[in-house]
Every structure is written in C-alpha cells, then in structure tokens.
C-alpha cells in the first residue's frame, strides 16, 4: 500500500469539502479550489477526515494512490494557510517596485520588465529586491514564480539575476581564476 495514500487527510475548521461524481471542491477562508480525481480513485469524506482508496494494486492505481491525496491535501492547504514563494533579484542597478497591480523590474534590459497580477496570483515586493508570489493554488504559484525566475536567471560569474530565496548558485571563476 502507498504510505502517502493511506494517510487521512484532516479537514481543518471553516473548509467544506465536496465530491460530485469525481470532482473534489474544496472551500475555505481563502477562497475555492476543484480537481477532477480519477475515476479508479474512491475519495471518502467522513468524520472530519479524508480518506483515498484504491481498487487494486496495478500499477497505475498504485502510482495515482499517493498523488490523488497529495493534491488534495494541498488543495486544502491552500484554502486555509495559502503558499507563497520569494524570489530575491540580485544586481547593481537590478530592482523592482509595485505600481498598483503591476511588478515593474529592471534587470539590467533597456526596457523595464513588467508583470501584472493575476485573479489568484498576487505579488508583494517588500524590499526593491524582494519579490513574493502569494496564492492558494500551489501548482500555479510555483508556475507564476518560474515564470518571473524565467524573466533573468541567474548567472553562475557574479551571481546576479532572479533566484529563489532557498536556491544556492553554484559560481565558477572567471577567466582570470585559472592556477598557472
């Protein structure tokens, strides 16, 4: 049996949770989320719990089992608490600022790089080289913040460009580094 699978997934207080023919909506204080479950997949709602089933152990179920209760416990994550991701933007003259619902950057372009906010994505720039997504749905928030990452990666000399918060860029030495 998959470990993951088998897991209950508790239902928070204030999240509703309800499954019409192979469809799970979730609902909660942040907002609503649905996903179409696979029809091989029982998805039970009692006690306050969640609970995933599979029919067989073919390998499919089984590789669907742990997944179909991953993506509902982070649906309900999501209704309640949210995700979010930060991006630091590292460079001389490299900033960004919010101006309404626009991200505007500049990243060492002739232009300014702008983004705009989406109806579930937000972006909050604390600091001139801060940059977080906020959102409910996890997959679309690591998307959007690719996405921005995607804008002016970082370079592996001196660093600069959009990197995540936790990512480690491995630098190399320059032409001038090499042992003679």
Same mark, same amino acid.
């Given at each position: 049996?998959?470990?993951? %699978?088998?897991?209950?997934? &508790?239902?928070?207080?204030?999240? =509703?949770?309800?499954?019409?023919? #192979? +469809? $799970?909506? !979730?609902?909660?204080?942040? %907002?609503?989320?649905?996903? &179409?479950?696979?029809?091989?997949? =029982?998805?039970?709602?009692?006690? #306050? +719990? $969640?609970? !995933?089933?599979?029919?067989?152990?073919?390998?499919?179920?089984?590789?669907?089992?742990?997944? =179909?209760?991953?993506?509902?416990?982070?649906?309900?994550?999501?209704?309640?608490?949210?995700?979010?991701?930060?991006?630091?933007?590292?460079?001389?003259?490299?900033?960004?600022?919010?101006?309404?619902?626009?991200?505007?950057?500049?990243?060492?372009?002739?232009?300014?790089?702008?983004?705009?906010?989406?109806?579930?994505?937000?972006?909050?720039?604390?600091?001139?080289?801060?940059?977080?997504?906020?959102?409910?749905?996890?997959?679309?928030?690591?998307?959007?913040?690719?996405?921005?990452?995607?804008?002016?990666?970082?370079?592996?000399?001196?660093?600069?460009?959009?990197?995540?918060?936790?990512?480690?860029?491995?630098?190399?030495?320059?032409?001038?580094?090499?042992?003679?």
């Amino acid at each position: 049996m998959s470990r993951i %699978g088998r897991k209950p997934i &508790n239902i928070p207080a204030g999240v =509703t949770i309800s499954n019409d023919n #192979g +469809v $799970i909506t !979730v609902k909660g204080p942040k %907002g609503e989320l649905s996903l &179409n479950v696979n029809r091989n997949m =029982t998805v039970e709602v009692k006690d #306050g +719990v $969640i609970e !995933v089933s599979r029919p067989d152990d073919k390998k499919e179920n089984r590789s669907l089992h742990g997944l =179909t209760r991953t993506l509902i416990n982070n649906m309900v994550i999501g209704v309640t608490e949210g995700y979010k991701k930060e991006l630091q933007v590292n460079g001389v003259g490299y900033r960004v600022q919010k101006q309404g619902n626009k991200c505007v950057m500049n990243l060492g372009y002739s232009h300014q790089v702008i983004v705009e906010d989406t109806d579930d994505i937000k972006l909050e720039v604390p600091d001139p080289n801060k940059i977080i997504v906020v959102g409910i749905d996890k997959q679309k928030v690591g998307q959007f913040a690719a996405e921005i990452r995607e804008k002016r990666p970082p370079e592996p000399y001196k660093g600069k460009g959009i990197k995540y918060a936790d990512e480690v860029i491995r630098r190399k030495e320059g032409k001038a580094g090499k042992g003679k």
